[in-house]
Structure formats: C-alpha cells, structure tokens
C-alpha cells in the first residue's frame, strides 16, 4: 500500500505510512467525497471532449430541449407523410379494384346452313357402317339361305357382293335417300327459322353488348377523375413531405445530435430523459446519449423504428414519449387518408379540400418556424 502523502511503500495492513506517518485509511465520509470528486472529474472530462456543439452554441437545458423537440416534430412529419403517401397509392388501387368492374360479354351467336345437316350427317355414318356389316353376315352365313332365298341372290356378281339380298340393297337405298331428305329439309329449316332465332339472338347481343360497353366506359371515366383527384392530393403531400426533408437536412448539419441518433426514437427518448430530470446534457456520463446506450444494451427500451411501430403497448409505460410521437404520426397519417377520400365525395368534396389545405398549411408553417430557428443557431455557431 502506497501512502499518498510522501508515496512511501507500506504493508497492506499499515494503519499508517511508516515514514511519514499519515494515516493510510480514509474515513467513510472522505471515501464517499473522493468518490463523488472522483464521479464529477470525469463527467467534466467527457463534457469537455464530447460537448463541444453544446457549447460552441451555449446551449442551456432549455434551448435544447427546443431544439429536441423540432427534431421530433420533423421526424413525426416525415414519418405521417411517408405512410400518407402509402395510403393514397393503396386507396388508388383500391378505387380501381371497386369502380373498374369490366362486365363479361357472352359468346357471340354463331349461325350455320350447311347443306350436309347433322341429320343427314347421323345417317351417312349409319349407312357406311351398315353396309359391311350387312355384306359380312349374308356372305358368312349364305349357305343357310341358299334353298330358300336362292331365287333372290344375283349369283353373276363376285362372291362378296352375291350374298346381299335385293332387299337390302333396296333398304340400304332407302336409307340413303332419307338421309339426304333429311338434310335438304334441315337446310331449309337453317335457312329460315333458324335464320329468324339467329336475327333475335344477335339483336339482343348486340344490344347487350353496348350496355356493358357503356357501363365499362362510365365506371373508367369515373376511376380517371376519382384518380385525378388522389394523384393531386398525392403530389401536394410529396412537396410537402421534400420541404420537410430539406429542413431535417438544415436541422441535422447543425451537428448538435450525433448521426447514430438522428431518429425519432432517439429523440423523444432524450426528450423524455430531460424533461424528467434524468439528464441535464446529450454528453457526460449520465447525459442521454450514455444512458440510451446503456437502457439499449439492458433491453430496457426498442431503438429501433420498424420494432417500435409493431410493438406500441409495450412501449407505452418505458417510452411514453416515443408513443406519443408514433401516435401523432398516425393522426396525421388517418387525417390525410380520410380527408382525401372525403375529397371523393362530391358532397363534401368543397369542405375536404379546405381541411386538406389546412393540413399542408400547417406542416409548412412548422417548418417555416424551424427553419428560422436553424438559420438563428447556424449564425451563433459560426459567429
């Protein structure tokens, strides 16, 4: 053991040092001083080398908390705007899904007269198929018929054709000019009164067929303006959600907040550190960006976003400040949405254009506020 007065070297169980007789063990009291000095050197050592931003503006707890709180508000623009954005090109499909309803027309009527009908088609076919079978069975079975119906076989034909009775042949004829009666007739039948049921059909499909053109035509002219309306309002939140961009650019160059915690989850919870006298400073050992880091690391808090937005009753007790900031982002967000298809009603279209103009009116004047703001700091940085 070491005294501190003279350095002398000691044994560890010296009550005092041996040379110069200071005492080696320090009381309770001047232990917790040391301690406390030793606490407040190095909080003075970090803000010293980390806290020059802070100080090169002289920034009071006040002042920064101001300037936290423009972060926030940005960040809570940024994100509305974003999700707005979201919303108005779903509501774009969505109005196609239920307004652009195509109607299917049906199959066209056809119309036939062929001369050589079904009818006499089946019969074709009956005959071809009849008369080699009839040839087959009278030619293999000739000889039982040869006493009986000798007198009716024409026996100066060759063999095949000289077991076929005339009665056959004379059916066979029959058959055949049926068939083709039966054709003619169907043809004359096509060519008149099924021409007449034709005529009808094709009045009534072309009738039915301009009602659905029309109809599909109406509802693509009613998408067009409705989508006329959501492309405006979606142009109008895309130069707003620019001009905020740009002053987070502005606000973020001021390099008073580290990059790491240039977020809105960050933000609020260095808000909330300050405004609960859980910090004084961003820098120090207990300033915000050192207690963030060690709440990160102990999972006590979600640093990031995407987490945060899926799990906002969890956070609500841990990050109150956090979920109120989420929660004002989703108000705008709805206020956005529900305005612009209010826009779509004819009926109130007048007063939702007005409450949508409000709303730009809004964000751009909190960013003209802002960026006053910044051009007021940058000057007392660099002056």
Same mark, same amino acid.
Request: charged letters at 30%; proline letters at 2%.
């Given at each position: 053991?070491?005294?501190?007065?003279?350095?002398?070297?000691?044994?560890?169980?010296?009550?005092?040092?041996?040379?110069?007789?200071?005492?080696?063990?320090?009381?309770?009291?001047?232990?917790?001083?040391?301690?406390?000095?030793?606490?407040?050197?190095?909080?003075?050592?970090?803000?010293?080398?980390?806290?020059?931003?802070?100080?090169?503006?002289?920034?009071?707890?006040?002042?920064?908390?101001?300037?936290?709180?423009?972060?926030?508000?940005?960040?809570?623009?940024?994100?509305?705007?974003?999700?707005?954005?979201?919303?108005?090109?779903?509501?774009?499909?969505?109005?196609? =899904?239920?307004?652009?309803?195509?109607?299917?027309?049906?199959?066209?009527?056809?119309?036939?007269?062929?001369?050589?009908?079904?009818?006499?088609?089946?019969?074709?076919?009956?005959?071809?198929?009849?008369?080699?079978?009839?040839?087959?069975?009278?030619?293999?079975?000739?000889?039982?018929?040869?006493?009986?119906?000798?007198?009716?076989?024409?026996?100066?034909?060759?063999?095949?054709?000289?077991?076929?009775?005339?009665?056959?042949?004379?059916?066979?004829?029959?058959?055949?000019?049926?068939?083709?009666?039966?054709?003619?007739?169907?043809?004359?039948?096509?060519?008149?009164?099924?021409?007449?049921?034709?005529?009808?059909?094709?009045?009534?499909?072309?009738?039915?067929?301009?009602?659905?053109?029309?109809?599909?035509?109406?509802?693509?002219?009613?998408?067009?303006?409705?989508?006329?309306?959501?492309?405006?309002?979606?142009?109008?939140?895309?130069?707003?959600?620019?001009?905020?961009?740009?002053?987070?650019?502005?606000?973020?160059?001021?390099?008073?907040?580290?990059?790491?915690?240039?977020?809105?989850?960050?933000?609020?919870?260095?808000?909330?550190?300050?405004?609960?006298?859980?910090?004084?400073?961003?820098?120090?050992?207990?300033?915000?960006?050192?207690?963030?880091?060690?709440?990160?690391? =102990?999972?006590?808090?979600?640093?990031?976003?995407?987490?945060?937005?899926?799990?906002?009753?969890?956070?609500?007790?841990?990050?109150?400040?956090?979920?109120?900031?989420? =929660? =004002?982002?989703?108000?705008?967000?709805?206020?956005?949405?529900?305005?612009?298809?209010?826009?779509?009603?004819?009926?109130?279209?007048?007063?939702?254009?007005?409450?949508?103009?409000?709303?730009?009116?809004?964000?751009?004047?909190?960013?003209?506020?802002?960026?006053?703001?910044?051009?007021?700091?940058?000057?007392?940085?660099?002056?």
């Amino acid at each position: 053991m070491f005294c501190d007065e003279c350095g002398f070297k000691n044994k560890e169980t010296a009550k005092f040092c041996k040379k110069c007789g200071a005492s080696l063990v320090d009381d309770e009291d001047e232990k917790k001083e040391k301690k406390s000095k030793e606490k407040e050197d190095v909080e003075k050592v970090l803000e010293e080398d980390f806290d020059s931003s802070q100080d090169e503006m002289k920034l009071t707890k006040k002042e920064l908390l101001e300037y936290l709180n423009m972060g926030k508000d940005l960040e809570i623009n940024k994100l509305g705007l974003e999700n707005s954005i979201k919303d108005l090109e779903n509501l774009d499909r969505k109005k196609y =899904q239920e307004i652009v309803k195509p109607l299917q027309k049906e199959d066209r009527p056809t119309f036939s007269a062929k001369p050589f009908g079904s009818f006499g088609l089946a019969f074709g076919i009956v005959v071809l198929l009849a008369i080699p079978t009839f040839i087959y069975i009278m030619y293999t079975y000739r000889k039982y018929y040869d006493n009986i119906y000798s007198k009716w076989f024409a026996w100066d034909f060759p063999d095949l054709f000289a077991a076929v009775p005339i009665t056959i042949v004379v059916l066979l004829i029959m058959l055949i000019v049926i068939g083709v009666a039966l054709s003619i007739i169907e043809f004359i039948w096509n060519s008149t009164v099924g021409r007449q049921k034709y005529n009808s059909r094709m009045k009534k499909y072309t009738q039915e067929s301009k009602r659905i053109d029309e109809t599909n035509a109406n509802q693509l002219v009613l998408y067009n303006q409705n989508k006329a309306i959501i492309d405006d309002r979606k142009s109008n939140v895309k130069k707003d959600l620019k001009d905020v961009e740009k002053t987070m650019r502005e606000y973020y160059d001021l390099d008073v907040i580290y990059p790491k915690y240039r977020n809105l989850v960050a933000l609020t919870t260095f808000i909330e550190y300050l405004e609960s006298g859980r910090c004084k400073s961003l820098y120090g050992y207990t300033g915000c960006y050192n207690v963030y880091e060690q709440e990160l690391r =102990q999972n006590t808090i979600i640093g990031k976003l995407d987490q945060v937005l899926v799990q906002l009753d969890q956070i609500k007790k841990v990050q109150f400040a956090t979920y109120l900031a989420i =929660q =004002q982002s989703n108000a705008i967000q709805s206020a956005m949405l529900n305005t612009c298809n209010e826009m779509l009603d004819e009926t109130r279209r007048e007063n939702a254009m007005l409450e949508a103009q409000a709303a730009d009116n809004k964000i751009i004047k909190r960013n003209s506020e802002i960026t006053s703001t910044i051009a007021t700091l940058n000057y007392i940085k660099h002056n």
